[in-house]
């Protein structure tokens, strides 16, 4: 089984083999992906966050890239800032995953949380998108061994490839 020894965040190599994953799925510490080229083993000290076009360096010399695979979501929207600041606090006094896009949030489907959201005068849209929420302000720093690659820091934000 090939092994996974970086992640390649900036100035990835080009590849063609692809592994999409799911937000869940992209955040991980051991788990057995498989792509159409076999199975790959992540197997890091830490949980790690991969990103839609990070690129996996494999100990075979090959790379893989992540593709972020479109979930249910809700699209959230207000009249204005204020009014989806609001809608935010609530989300997060709830301790969903969200995410930030500026004028509008996005969080996984839950017609319980959209009526609350109705509610509180959002708009929901069901929408199939990639969801890549805002990280906890605990999460902890995800550098890599020996990687010698960049990895993220963002404020604003069995499997076949």
Request: aromatic share 2%; charged share 25%.
């Amino acid at each position: 089984m090939r092994k996974i020894v970086s992640i390649i965040t900036e100035g990835a190599p080009d590849t063609n083999e692809v592994l999409r994953l799911d937000h869940d799925l992209r955040n991980r510490r051991r788990m057995v992906f498989t792509t159409d080229q076999g199975s790959i083993l992540l197997d890091m000290p830490r949980p790690v966050h991969l990103r839609d076009g990070d690129v996996l360096a494999l100990d075979d010399g090959n790379a893989v890239r992540i593709e972020a695979a479109a979930e249910a979501l809700i699209e959230i929207r207000a009249h204005d800032l204020p009014a989806l600041v609001r809608i935010a606090w609530h989300l997060g006094n709830r301790h969903l995953p969200t995410q930030l896009l500026g004028d509008r949030l996005r969080i996984r489907h839950d017609h319980v949380i959209a009526d609350m959201v109705s509610g509180l005068g959002g708009h929901c849209e069901a929408i199939m998108a990639p969801f890549d929420p805002e990280r906890g302000a605990y999460a902890e720093d995800q550098a890599l061994p020996g990687a010698g690659h960049h990895h993220h820091h963002h404020e604003d934000e069995h499997h076949h490839g």
